[in-house]
């Protein structure tokens, strides 16, 4: 059910809807240019199922007050007024259109109060032609002398809009309406460039995307959304020693404030602590490990603490709780260095533990690729993101183990380029491990260029029977 409220915030009377459970993960919703908070009715719902969500009208729309002075600036303020109204610290904000403005000035002005971003069809802050609006006819939900102040900023709007974007520090999905949108595509792709942690998707339906393919919408929301418990978890554990984010791979200690320190130092000082901090339960623990390899990184006390625990005294990890994390980051939009990494230098290199790592994070799922129908992307496919990123990291993984896995692997054109480089790792690795007459027959059955770099060399090696051509730092050896 939805509620709807009023609240005064920055000396501004402010209406809102309210949904979803109480104790839910605070969502703020953000409308257009014009529009009300009934105007996210279409998804509204769909995100309040396990988040409290929260959709404003702005100052000069629907039922919040018409003010003398009205600027996107004022809105933003607006906007932190009324989380502290309602005693909100750190929340989800979503916008559209101009609403997504005013969320980007205030992941600006406050980053930490932003856990995770989605912007809806908003370009980059540059100037554009100016067009003086029309004012429609009869009474209008908005006030206009608000639409023309506004207007005038999006028009020439302040260069420092900008510059700030890189002080975004919240992961960032923007979604983009495509070709029929009246907004310009590269302007988002622009937007997307400019905050650090960034990333598009389109949805080619026009400019009000969550209007017009609400279930697409939602649905890549909440993947997105659903992917940060882990992450905000970690800061929440950092936070409880005084340790902050203070900006990009930026960092503060309250017992240090002069002294600002970087990611790694944070992953040095604090990463092999995690699985030692008894106050949490061990899924907890495996969480927050999870969650500083989020914020942090790739980093051996980061990446290494998760396989040692699992055979450590504490050991094994819950499975649900560590396998799911591995596939989940594994089939993100985003690249993770730090998973690859512990895989391939942790779970992969370790007899003990290769064999049901390489099954859990991609053996038992492959076989449902032959055949799938895939987007005209492949690679947004969220099974062949994990297909690819795994076979790139298998070379230490016994042959008998990943034969069948590569063999599936080669029935779908998509993987040829990632299963060449896992024969390659398997071949070239330290720790590599290959069968010469089989790797040889799925290498030729590859669709990859006849010029590519060491493919030939391969070739040559497994056509003469050799296992391994570990290349010493003499540079002999393989190819």
């Known amino acids: 059910?939805?509620?709807?409220?009023?609240?005064?915030?920055?000396?501004?009377?402010?209406?809102?809807?309210?949904?979803?459970?109480?104790?839910?993960?605070?969502l703020v919703l953000l409308p257009a240019l014009g529009e009300n908070a009934?105007?996210?009715?279409?998804?509204?719902?769909?995100?309040?199922?396990?988040?409290?969500?929260?959709?404003?009208?702005?100052?000069?729309?629907?039922?919040?007050?018409?003010t003398e002075r009205y600027s996107l600036e004022l809105m933003r303020d607006d906007v932190l007024a009324f989380l502290d109204a309602l005693g909100l610290d750190r929340v989800d904000l979503a916008g559209h259109s101009m609403g997504g403005v005013v969320a980007y000035l205030i992941a600006q002005e406050q980053p930490d109060r932003v856990v995770r971003l989605v912007l809806e069809d908003i370009p980059a802050p540059f100037p554009r032609e100016a067009t003086r609006p029309?004012?429609?006819?009869?009474?209008?939900?908005?006030?206009?002398?608000?639409?023309?102040?506004?207007?005038?900023?999006?028009?020439?709007?302040?260069?420092?809009?900008?510059?700030?974007?890189?002080?975004?520090t919240a992961p960032t999905l923007v979604v983009a309406g495509g070709p029929t949108s009246h907004v310009p595509q590269d302007g988002i792709a622009e937007l997307v460039r400019r905050i650090p942690d960034a990333r598009m998707t389109t949805i080619p339906v026009g400019h009000l995307v969550h209007a017009a393919a609400p279930r697409e919408f939602t649905e890549t929301v909440s993947a997105f959304l659903g992917d940060r418990a882990d992450s905000e978890l970690a800061r929440r554990w950092l936070a409880e020693d005084g340790i902050t984010q203070t900006g990009p791979g930026l960092w503060s200690d309250h017992d240090s404030p002069g002294a600002p320190q970087?990611?790694?130092?944070?992953?040095?000082?604090?990463?092999?602590?995690?699985?030692?901090?008894?106050?949490?339960?061990l899924a907890d623990r495996l969480r927050v490990a999870f969650g500083l390899m989020d914020l942090l990184g790739s980093d051996t006390r980061l990446t290494g603490q998760l396989h040692l625990a699992h055979l450590g005294e504490d050991g094994?990890?819950?499975?649900?709780?560590?396998?799911?994390?591995?596939?989940?980051?594994?089939?993100?939009?985003?690249?993770?260095?730090?998973v690859g990494d512990c895989l391939w230098l942790d779970w992969f290199e370790d007899r003990r533990t290769t064999g049901t790592a390489f099954a859990e994070v991609l053996g038992d799922?492959?076989?449902?690729?032959?055949?799938?129908?895939?987007?005209?992307?492949?690679?947004?496919?969220?099974?062949?993101?994990?297909?690819?990123?795994?076979?790139?990291?298998?070379?230490?993984?016994?042959?008998?183990?990943?034969?069948?896995?590569?063999?599936?692997?080669?029935?779908?054109?998509?993987?040829?380029?990632a299963l060449f480089r896992a024969l390659l790792a398997s071949h070239h690795d330290l720790y590599g491990d290959l069968e010469p007459g089989p790797a040889l027959a799925l290498l030729e059955r590859l669709r990859i260029p006849a010029d590519t770099e060491h493919l030939a060399a391969l070739r040559d090696a497994l056509r003469a029977g050799r296992r391994h051509g570990y290349r010493d730092v003499s540079g002999a050896g393989g190819p």
Not at 6 to 17: D, E, I, M, P, S
Not at 322 to 333: I, K, M, P, S
């Open 1 to 26: 059910m939805t509620e709807h409220h009023t609240l005064t915030a920055n000396g501004v009377r402010l209406a809102y809807q309210a949904a979803g459970p109480e104790d839910g993960e605070p």
């Open 38 to 66: 009934g105007h996210w009715a279409p998804a509204r719902d769909e995100l309040a199922r396990e988040r409290r969500v929260y959709a404003l009208d702005l100052r000069g729309h629907g039922r919040s007050e018409r």
């Open 134 to 168: 029309v004012r429609p006819e009869g009474e209008l939900d908005f006030d206009w002398a608000m639409v023309l102040a506004v207007r005038a900023q999006l028009d020439r709007p302040d260069p420092a809009w900008r510059a700030g974007l890189g002080r975004i």
């Open 262 to 281: 970087t990611a790694a130092d944070i992953a040095d000082d604090w990463g092999w602590q995690v699985f030692r901090d008894e106050r949490l339960p």
């Open 316 to 338: 094994p990890l819950p499975a649900a709780v560590l396998w799911n994390g591995f596939r989940r980051r594994l089939e993100a939009a985003g690249e993770s260095a730090a």
């Open 365 to 417: 799922d492959i076989g449902r690729l032959p055949g799938r129908k895939l987007p005209a992307d492949p690679g947004r496919d969220p099974l062949v993101r994990r297909a690819r990123r795994v076979l790139e990291v298998s070379g230490p993984v016994p042959w008998p183990v990943k034969a069948a896995a590569y063999e599936t692997a080669a029935l779908v054109p998509v993987l040829h380029p």
